[in-house]
């Protein structure tokens, strides 16, 4: 009976043994061949689960959503600094930044952002006179309205919102007049020095169409910046945006209703 | 950040990164300071050709002019402004429907149209007498601007007074709609709580018509001097006293809103008026520039003064009426962005003289109007030596 069984065990073994060295083999192979194709192969990483590259002009049955976990958020500044470099943003103006807040044992706040946070918070506040009670940090970009105050005032509709949800600017169209610098409640948007248009993030559209995800989120040390499909019911957003968690968006009054949300955001937070 | 001209020159609290730079400076300043001007002084040209007023006849051609003039600057400190102004026409072409700032080109020409043809209707008897002396170019040019009418006979000028009476009743409602509108575009921005008042086209409005009441009573002292006409004077002071009231009352009501509501805006605003706009706002507009006009437009309206005095007074209050708009345009467009989006600091701003939108352009583009003026004057006569009061023009 023991023999029996015994035997049955080594058999069950060398089954697994062959089935190792398979897949072993099966991976060699498709490693080997990524490594010797190397056109492309890597950027169908589908860093967005479900995204591959998008051909048509605009990126169908996706509904994107982005949220900042404020509880997580260290002020390292890789976000700013992936973002510079991804749209050689000018020095002076910000696609995003990070604030940091500080909260003394007085209720007094104090927030400072300087270089919009790029050269990360390294640091501690000099200026503040009583003992901190609380600190944090809080990434700001563009909020992706679903009513988009920019594309409203627009006159010659250089700002537009796509079908897929993204606010863009096209700079061929754009006059410079600033309107929509004045109109945007988060200040996200600029007139670039040099093109002499009005610039701002865009969620890095760009690499999403690849299925990549936006530079900040791919570069960010502690996941503090998510990005996601809220159509899948797998993804992390979608999670997060149903389940019982503190999150809330900017500014909630002035009615633009923000793609861009944020977990654990305080009431201090303008 | 260096070199870059609109940008904050200091920071209190914390304003968002993006924050220090002014956008809108001096020449936004300038876009509905003109645009007021054109307003007030088509205001008291329709005193006379709409309400039919004969106390205001001796101006009424002139405000006219005044206004075509103003107008025809009106786009100048927009296109300077703008990042690519070669592109200014595809608000005309291609016009975002949503957008408040896209209709202005189009009630700007529809106004500067029915402007231009009601000039020409009311100067065309004038015209066709100067043709018929000029020779050379400008007989060319009084042919065309006459419109190839030589019939002066009285059954034509009879109908020219019909097209002048409509066009003068209809461009009333839309001059106040170009003016309004000016107000509208800072009133509609949601995100400025300076500006998102649906007072704004109210106070925009008001400031414009004294802004253009005074613009007129100083151009009618320089140029007529002693030639004056009192009565039309007086008239002038009278209503730019009583529209004066309506003004400063509804720009010292905004504020006082503001603060009674006390909502969370408040703290902001409080920090704006008493920080960066402490001294153009509180010493000059309210100040200097409201307070000292209104008692001098008071004394000259409630006490019968010598002639010479009505002169001086009527021109020192119009010439600091001028300069209280153009402080209230600059608090109003500059202010608003002084005071950061996150509610929390406000920006110091200078502009520089000599840049793209400096001092020196908009001392310039302010200049131009008088030289359009002065070129008008050649070709219309502002006042015509034969003409009494009892005459229609």
Redesign the interface.
Known sequence: MDELKLSEIKKEINKDRRAFIKNVLNGTIAGSLLMVIPAGAMEFSEQIPGMKEETGLFIEKKKFAYVVDITRCIGCGSCCVADKSEFKVP????RT?V?RYIIDDHDNVY???P??GLDGYTEPREDVPNPVRDTFFVP?LCNMCEKP?C???????ATFKTKDGFILVDHK???????C???????????H?E???ADKCTWCYHRIRKGLLPACVSVCPVHARKFGDLNDKKSEVYKLLREPHVISVLKPY??NKPALHYLGLRREV? | ?KG?AE?ATAVAG?A??????V??SLMIVLYPYITGIVAGAFFVSSLYYVFHWQRFKPVARFSLLFTLAFLACATLP?LN?????E??F??LL???P?????GFGYIYALFGAMLTMQILFIYRKVLVEQKNQATGIMKIIYTILSMGSDNIGSKALALDQKVISFLSAVGLPVVCILSGYVGF?FG?????PLWTTPLMPVIFLLSGTISGFSGIIVFYLIIKRSKVDMDCLRGCIKFLWGFFILAFSFEMLEIGMHAYQSTHHWDALHELFWGPLYQSFWVYQVGVLSIIPFFILMGLNLVRLPDIMVKFFGFIASLMILCQVLFMRWNVVIGG?LM?????GAVFFHPEWIEKEGIVPAIIIMILPIVILFVLSRVFPFWLPAESSTNSS
């Open positions: 020095d002076g103006h910000y930044w604030e927030v400072d952002a270089n919009g700001k105050s594309a409203q005032v627009c006159p010659v509709g169209r754009c006059v410079g007049c600033s309107y610098v004045q109109a945007c409640p988060y200040s996200a948007r600029f007139i020095p093109t002499k248009t002035m009615g303008v | 950040m870059l940008t914390y968002f990164p993006n924050d220090f730079h956008h809108w927009l402004h703008l990042g690519h102004p592109r200014n595809n608000m291609t016009p975002s949503s957008s408040a700032m896209a575009l509609g921005i949601k995100a400025n962005q950061s989006k996150s509610e929390q």
